[in-house]
């Protein structure tokens, strides 16, 4: 019965996030760090030791995001994904692990650039990748749990 809550609080939190980044264009730290130490507490108390793919996911997220954004500054000079997206990732690596997270950002990068297409792209026009991060890491965790 505990899956099913802890399911639920974790949905909860992701639709807060995708709330947020739809209204104001960001993800804030008091809740996408609070996503990564939960992730990180719940595989060590699942594995009942260090969760070390979990670290690794949660480090290689927040990493892979980081660089992107950054090197998407240096070039263009704007931000291009932000540092809310980068700890979001952090935290699908600290709950699904590192092997999720090819998975769930094809899922989410599909998922924009579709809906992109089907609403006639516009050049200049910021979209909240979020919630799109949010939903493939829910789908993922749905499926890899069996639908908790």
């Known amino acids: 019965m505990s899956e099913i809550w802890l399911t639920l609080a974790l949905g909860g939190g992701l639709l807060l996030l995708c709330l947020i980044d739809i209204r104001q264009r960001r993800l804030p730290d008091v809740i996408t760090l609070p996503l990564i130490a939960a992730g990180l507490i719940q595989g060590a108390l699942e594995l009942g030791g260090w969760p070390t793919a979990r670290i690794v996911g949660a480090c ?68 909240a990748f979020g919630p799109w991060l949010a939903g493939a890491f829910w789908l993922y965790w749905l499926w890899q749990s069996g639908l908790r």
């Open 60 to 127: 290689l997220g927040f990493g892979v995001f980081w660089v992107i954004g950054e090197a998407f500054w240096r070039w263009r000079g704007i931000e291009g994904l932000g540092q809310g997206d980068a700890k979001l990732l952090a935290g699908a690596g600290a709950w699904l692990g590192w092997t999720a997270l090819p998975t769930v950002v094809l899922v989410a990068s599909l998922g924009a650039l579709l809906m992109e297409l089907g609403q006639g792209a516009v050049a200049g026009r910021r979209i």
